[in-house]
């Protein structure tokens, strides 16, 4: 049974850091793209950040491109998400998704939700003064 459980959220003033992180189980992590999508309220829920998992290639979003960075380790199975220079629209749930692939050619296409299988329940993050 695939399993994805996300962690790391909370509250956090504006500037500051956190580290989400996303366990896998009933899995190998090793043959999967992995992406972090987020939904703030009243919004549609957009793609983050996806890693592959041949050569480790990475892709963002522009509004988080230079802060946030996406990692994985498959001895884990875990991938993680570092937040950096967090600003107060960054606030949302944030999920991970397991890919039905191994890598996307193109950036393109990791924002779309029909090429995931697999969803963990999110984590908050919250960014206010």
């Known amino acids: 049974q695939v399993q994805l459980v996300e962690s790391g959220g909370g509250l956090v003033q504006p500037g500051g850091s956190l580290r989400l992180s996303c366990a896998a189980s009933?899995?190998?992590?090793?043959?999967?793209?992995i992406a972090w999508f987020r939904q703030a309220p009243g919004k549609e829920r957009e793609g983050v950040s996806c890693?592959?998992?041949?050569?480790?290639?990475?892709y963002y979003a522009d509004s988080v491109k230079g802060r946030f960075t996406i990692s994985r380790d498959n001895a884990k199975n875990t991938v993680y998400l570092q937040m950096n220079s967090l600003k107060p629209e960054d606030t949302a749930m944030y999920f991970c998704?397991?890919?039905?692939?191994?890598?996307?050619?193109?950036?393109?296409?990791?924002?779309?939700?029909?090429?995931?299988?697999?969803w963990g329940q999110g984590t908050q993050v919250a960014v206010s003064s």
């Open positions: 998704a397991r890919a039905t692939r191994a890598y996307f050619v193109d950036q393109v296409y990791y924002t779309r939700e029909s090429f995931y299988d697999g």
């Open positions: 009933g899995f190998t992590l090793d043959y999967y793209a």
């Open positions: 890693i592959s998992n041949n050569d480790g290639s990475t």
